[in-house]
Nanobody
Framework: VQLVESGGGLVQAGGSLRLSCVATGFSFDYYAVGWFRQAPGKEREAVSCTSGRSGPVYYLNSAKGRFTISSDSAKNTVYLQMNSLRPEDTAVYYC????????????????WGQGTQVTVSS
């Protein structure tokens, strides 16, 4: 099982980025997938989670209306479209997966990508 994130970068406040998470070794159709982030000195937190069966089921309050999680089964890829970015969105963003239902606790996820840095300048 492998997860590979991409799409991070440096963007000005108000800008947009789209993160991608490509999975190998399993199908997103049968797994829950979450995007998490961790800023320096802070705990890792769930940003958005989805599953092949239920679709998007969780968004961090501060992400609602700005971020959208989606998936492409044919490409076994999950995306996180991030609009209206704010400096407080600056963090390393991780993709994670688990067999079974969606959860918003990092400890519930078994597989993790290496992370991609998102930096939002003011």
């Amino acid at each position: 099982v492998q997860l590979v994130e991409s799409g991070g970068g440096l963007v000005q406040a108000g800008g947009s980025l789209r993160l991608s998470c490509v999975a190998t070794g399993f199908s997103f159709d049968y797994y829950a997938v979450g995007w998490f982030r961790q800023a320096p000195g802070k705990e890792r937190e769930a940003v958005s989670c989805t599953s092949g069966r239920s679709g998007p089921v969780y968004y961090l309050n501060s992400a609602k209306g700005r971020f959208t999680i989606s998936s492409d089964s044919a490409k076994n890829t999950v995306y996180l479209q991030m609009n209206s970015l704010r400096p407080e969105d600056t963090a390393v963003y991780y993709c994670a997966a688990r067999a079974g239902g969606v959860g918003d606790s990092p400890s519930a996820y078994d597989y993790w990508g290496q992370g991609t840095q998102v930096t939002v300048s003011s």
